[in-house]
């Protein structure tokens, strides 16, 4: 009676801590944690800064189009022989105030400019891909541990399923030696299995404490006070998981026009393309326009008595020079720099050409692999439900035969220990398919979050 009050009083402070503990939490759903994560996701912000730096990069080659204008200011001094205003060498001191103004643009380059800032921009693309393949995988990681949590919590409700079939078991077992029908010994080993099962709820509940620490990590939540999530509706999940067993040809096929690596791996080909185009403009003559204006002030220190400088207006109207020019650049010869510039931007495309291949073949084999381990993940689920069903029946037989005194407190306790072995190997087996399903979907075009039921 007393080990009775006191499994009573275990389970009951159990619920009612686990209840205490409920009612501050706030309830995360894998959209929040995965909407969390993405926003304070360290390695995330640093594709988001390399995104940034690249719009930049585009930016300033496109400005690269402009004309320049360059502003100068000069100020010489002379002493002892050196040339007057007019040229003449004299022996004097004086100075010369000198400013102009002059710009030039690019006019024509092999076409270079053009083929750098598409080159640029498809980096630029690139980049957005890889910031949504490291959103990707962030995403699939917080997923893995949310679903870890719901199968750490099942595998607690198991535990405390067994606690009371243990408690029940004490009380049979008490009741049997009392008609004489079993030993007292059974008695001290029925409640010495209640203090193992004991242990395993513990164990049970810091497992799935554990749990939600690496989940709020993933997520990079500091405080985890009141923290838990949203556990969704299993039966729909799991038919939908079962509807999602598309063949590997047919997810391939959607994948591969839509996965991040392979969309950034085909801008990174054709940047290196237009690499190729731009290093080979240098074959091209280059014609550049440019304009320009300068003015001076001379003033001679040493002038002769009578003589004076002319005024800063004079001079100003009258040094003033203009000028407007064309330059045309021809290559003959620069020691095969150009040449070789352009087969190793040939060599880079073939090299971007093999880069895209195998993230291709990558991905298939990817596909391959998530399709095999959801369809392996999902017969054993459904064999694993099958053994759980027998052992519910084997133990409801067996109880029944122990309360009749027609079977031993062994067979009765093995049949309680291989009901548990199959209700954790379901629970398992279930969320192995879950996951493993919703990465066969994700494949497949599906959002994460869209997939996952939680109603």
């Given at each position: ?116 800032i598409k080159a640029e921009t498809m980096e630029w693309m690139a980049t957005v891909e890889d910031l949504n ?218 090299n971007q050409e093999l880069m895209l291949d195998k993230a291709k073949q990558d991905l298939y084999k990817e596909v391959q692999q998530a399709y095999y381990r959801a369809v392996v ?79």
């Amino acid at each position: 009676m007393a080990c009775r009050l006191f499994s009573l009083l275990f389970i009951l402070c159990f619920w009612e801590g686990q209840l205490t503990a409920q009612e501050g939490k706030k309830l995360w759903t894998l959209e929040e944690c995965i909407r969390f994560g993405l926003e304070n996701n360290t390695v995330v912000k640093q594709y988001e800064l390399a995104k940034e730096n690249q719009e930049i990069t585009v930016e300033t080659t496109r400005f690269s189009r402009l004309p320049d204008l360059n502003a100068n200011l000069g100020q010489t001094f002379y002493f002892g022989r050196t040339p007057d205003r007019d040229g003449v060498y004299q022996d004097q001191t004086g100075s010369n105030s000198a400013v102009g103004i002059n710009t030039s643009v690019t006019l024509f380059n092999g076409f270079r400019i053009n083929h750098q800032i598409k080159a640029e921009t498809m980096e630029w693309m690139a980049t957005v891909e890889d910031l949504n393949g490291a959103k990707e995988e962030l995403s699939l990681a917080i997923t893995g541990y949310y679903l870890q949590v719901l199968f750490n919590r099942e595998l607690l409700q198991i535990a405390l399923d067994q606690l009371e079939l243990n408690r029940l078991q004490i009380e049979q077992t008490q009741l049997l030696v009392t008609g004489g029908k079993s030993p007292e010994s059974d008695l001290y080993e029925a409640r010495s299995s209640f203090a193992q099962q004991q242990v395993q709820v513990t164990d049970a509940a810091g497992n799935l404490q554990l749990a939600l620490l690496e989940l709020a990590q993933s997520m990079n939540l500091q405080d985890m006070e009141g923290f838990d999530i949203v556990a969704p509706f299993m039966p729909e999940c799991i038919q939908q998981g079962a509807d999602m067993l598309i063949l590997p040809e047919q997810v391939y096929t959607h994948s591969v026009t839509e996965r991040p690596a392979i969309k950034a791996a085909s801008f990174r080909l054709s940047r290196s393309e237009r690499q190729w185009q731009a290093a080979r403009g240098a074959y091209y003559p280059s014609l550049n326009l440019g304009a320009g204006y300068s003015n001076s002030y001379y003033y001679n220190y040493s002038l002769a008595s009578g003589l004076s400088n002319a005024s800063l207006a004079d001079q100003l109207a009258q040094n003033s020079a203009q000028s407007i020019g064309l330059s045309l650049g021809i290559p003959l010869f620069n020691r095969m720099a150009t040449r070789n510039r352009v087969r190793s931007a040939r060599i880079q495309v073939q090299n971007q050409e093999l880069m895209l291949d195998k993230a291709k073949q990558d991905l298939y084999k990817e596909v391959q692999q998530a399709y095999y381990r959801a369809v392996v993940a999902y017969e054993k689920y459904k064999t694993s439900e099958t053994a759980a069903e027998a052992a519910q029946m084997a133990y409801a037989y067996e109880e029944q035969k122990y309360a009749a005194g027609r079977s031993n407190l062994y067979s009765f306790d093995m049949i309680r220990t291989r009901l548990a072995a199959a209700r954790s190997d379901l629970a398992q087996s279930k969320f192995n398919f879950l996951f493993r399903s919703r990465i066969l979907a994700f494949y497949n075009g599906e959002d994460l979050i869209q997939s996952f039921l939680l109603h």
